[in-house]
C-alpha cells in the first residue's frame, strides 16, 4: 500500500481565506524532476534531465483575435472586438499573433504575488542534500493588460508568474540524484502590493522510478528485460523484435514504492530516430510541421501519439506485428506524474525509459508461422511444397513455402503514372517497366539478381542496363524524408524511350534469390 502524506504548507495568512472565497483564484505551484534513460546492451545510460519549478498567479482566456490596433465590437471576423491591451510582458497566445491588443474571455489578476521581482524569488530550504541554498536564478513572465476596454470600467490586471529550471547533462547522473531528492521544498517570493513582506510556499517532490543501478550490492531501478523472452540485439546495437509475431516487451521497476496508482500513467511508444542507424541517437521529437510524432502508434492528429496502458504497474506490452522489416526506432516508456499534493501545489514529474529496437525479417520465425503442421523439409535451401522453388525464395517472395499452387509473381513490363507519396511528398515520374522491392533487416541477409530469359525461360542471364533498358538499384534511408518510414530498397527498371522497346514484347523476367 502507497502511504501519502498530507502537508501543512507554511502559507501568509491570508492565503487559505482568498482561496476559499474566491472560487477563480489562480495560485498555482508546480514543481517536476524528468529524467531520460537509454538502455543499451551493456548498460543504462543516463541521457539528460531537469528540475523544474513554475508559479502562476492569475490568468487570462485569450479569446481568438488581436492586432496592433483596437477592434471594436462587431467588426468581421472580430465579432467581440479587443477588450484587452498589453501593457508589459506576453500573454498566452500563439507566438506569431501581433498585438498589443487582444480578445480577452475572462480574466483573473493576481492576488498574492508581486510581479517583476525574481530578486526577491529563492528556494531557501530543501531536503538534506548537495543542492546550494539559498537558490535564485528565477525567470519572470509576468504580464498585464488593461481590461475591459470596450466599457467604462477599465482596470489594469497582472498576472504574476516566475519560473526556473536547474538542468544535468548524461554525465550528471550522480549530481542529479545528489542535489534533486524527494521531500519539501522551501521557497519564498515577495507579496503583492508589500515586495519587502516575503510570501512562503512550499512543495514537495515524491519518490519515482530511476533507471537501473547497483545502490549498497542490491540491483534497484527500472529495466527493460526482453522481447518475447529473448534479448537477441543486432550488430549495430539494436535490440530485437520480430517482423511475423506479434512482440511481448517486457520490464520491471514500476513498484509501488515510487509509482503512485492514482496519480501516475504509463505511456508506450516507438519514437524516432534522428539518426536511425545510431542506437545512441537522439530523439526526432516533431514533424516537418512540429506535430509530436511516432513510429508506433502513427496517428497524427491530436495530442501526443503514445498508447495509454491500463496501469503504472504493468510489466508488459503485445505489440502487433504491423512493422516492415528493417525498421529501426526508440521504444519508450513515459511515466508521468499528476499529483497535487496540497492545495495549491502540484507534482509533475516525468521519467522516461527507452531502448533502441530493430525489425528483424527472421526465416527461424517464417518456419514457425509457415511450418504449423510440420517441419519437414524446412531448411532454408529445400523445397517444401516440391513447386521448384526452394524456401528461400518463397520467404523473400512472399509466396507460400507449404502450398504448390503458391508460387512467387514473375515481374512484368508495363506502363506506370506519375505518383506523388501523400505521406512523404516523394515524387515516381511515370514509367515503363517494372519495380521490385528489396526486403531489408532480413536474417539472414539476402542478394537479389534481376534476371532475363529472351527464349520463353529456357536459358537466363543477369538483366542490366542496355540500349533499350535502365535497371538500377535506388536505396532511400531512413530518415531522408523525416523517419516516420523506415529505409527502402529497389530494383527499377524502365524503358529509355518510355514504351516497350521493339523485340521485348516476349521476354520474361525473374528475380533469383540467393544467401550472402
Known amino acids: 500500500m502507497t502511504r501519502m502524506k498530507t502537508l501543512c504548507l507554511p502559507l501568509i495568512p491570508t492565503l487559505v481565506g482568498l482561496l476559499a472565497a474566491t472560487a477563480n483564484a489562480q495560485l498555482k505551484v508546480q514543481v517536476s524532476t524528468q529524467k531520460t534513460y537509454r538502455q543499451n546492451k551493456d548498460k543504462v545510460n543516463f541521457t539528460g534531465g531537469n528540475f523544474t519549478f513554475s508559479l502562476v498567479d492569475g490568468s487570462a482566456a485569450y479569446d481568438g483575435c488581436a492586432g496592433p490596433f483596437y477592434i471594436p465590437p462587431g467588426t468581421p471576423d472580430c465579432t467581440k472586438g479587443t477588450s484587452g491591451f498589453l501593457i508589459f510582458g506576453s500573454v498566452d497566445a500563439p507566438p506569431d499573433t501581433v498585438g498589443p491588443y487582444y480578445a480577452i474571455s475572462s480574466i483573473t489578476p493576481a492576488q498574492i504575488i508581486e510581479p517583476r521581482r525574481k530578486d526577491l524569488c529563492q528556494l531557501v530550504a530543501a531536503p538534506a542534500s548537495a543542492l546550494p541554498r539559498p537558490l535564485g536564478g528565477f525567470a519572470d513572465d509576468s504580464y498585464a493588460l488593461y481590461f475591459n476596454l470596450h466599457t467604462t470600467d477599465v482596470r489594469e490586471y497582472i498576472i504574476t508568474r516566475y519560473n526556473t529550471s536547474r538542468s544535468y547533462t548524461s554525465l550528471q547522473r550522480s549530481k542529479f540524484e545528489s542535489e534533486i531528492v524527494p521531500g519539501v521544498y522551501h521557497y519564498v517570493f515577495p507579496r503583492l502590493g508589500f515586495p519587502s513582506q516575503i510570501a512562503p510556499l512550499s512543495a514537495t517532490i515524491y519518490p519515482m522510478p530511476e533507471g537501473i543501478a547497483t545502490i549498497n550490492n542490491q540491483v534497484v531501478g527500472f529495466t527493460f528485460v526482453d522481447i518475447n523472452g529473448k534479448t537477441r540485439w543486432s550488430q549495430k546495437g539494436f535490440l530485437r523484435a520480430s517482423y511475423y509475431k506479434p512482440n511481448v516487451i517486457n520490464w520491471k ?237 529497389k530494383i527499377q527498371v524502365s524503358s529509355n524511350t518510355g514504351v516497350q522497346p521493339p523485340g521485348t514484347i516476349s521476354d520474361l523476367y525473374r528475380v533469383k534469390i540467393t544467401l550472402k
Open 253 to 489: 521497476g514500476l513498484t509501488p514504492s515510487t509509482v503512485i496508482a492514482r496519480a501516475d500513467s504509463l505511456y508506450l511508444s516507438l519514437r524516432v530516430l534522428q539518426d536511425p542507424s545510431n542506437p545512441n541517437s537522439a530523439l526526432d521529437e516533431a514533424d516537418a510541421q512540429g506535430k509530436p510524432q511516432s513510429i508506433f502508434p502513427s496517428f497524427t492528429t491530436g495530442g501526443d501519439p503514445r498508447v495509454l496502458l491500463p496501469s503504472p504497474y504493468q510489466t508488459s506490452y503485445t505489440a502487433p506485428p504491423i512493422f516492415d522489416g528493417g525498421t529501426r526506432g526508440c521504444l519508450e516508456l513515459e511515466l508521468d506524474r499528476s499529483l497535487q499534493t496540497a492545495a495549491i501545489t502540484y507534482d509533475f514529474s516525468t521519467r522516461q525509459f527507452q531502448i533502441p529496437i530493430e525489425v528483424i525479417n527472421s526465416y527461424a520465425d517464417y518456419v514457425d508461422v509457415t511450418f504449423t503442421a510440420n517441419r519437414n523439409n524446412s531448411g532454408i535451401l529445400q523445397d517444401a511444397d516440391g513447386d521448384g522453388y526452394n524456401n528461400l525464395t518463397e520467404w523473400i517472395l512472399g509466396s507460400s513455402a507449404v502450398i504448390s499452387g503458391s508460387i512467387p509473381v514473375a515481374p512484368t513490363t508495363e506502363s506506370h503514372l506519375d505518383y506523388i507519396d501523400p505521406v512523404t511528398g516523394a515524387d515516381t515520374p511515370a514509367y515503363f517497366g517494372f519495380t521490385v522491392k528489396e526486403k531489408l533487416g532480413t536474417d539472414p541477409g539476402v542478394v537479389y539478381t534481376l534476371q532475363r530469359s529472351k527464349n520463353g525461360g529456357k536459358t537466363w542471364f543477369v538483366f542490366t542496363s542496355d540500349a533499350d533498358w535502365t535497371v538500377s538499384t535506388i536505396y532511400t534511408p531512413a530518415g531522408q524524408t523525416r523517419e516516420i518510414d523506415p529505409a527502402t530498397k
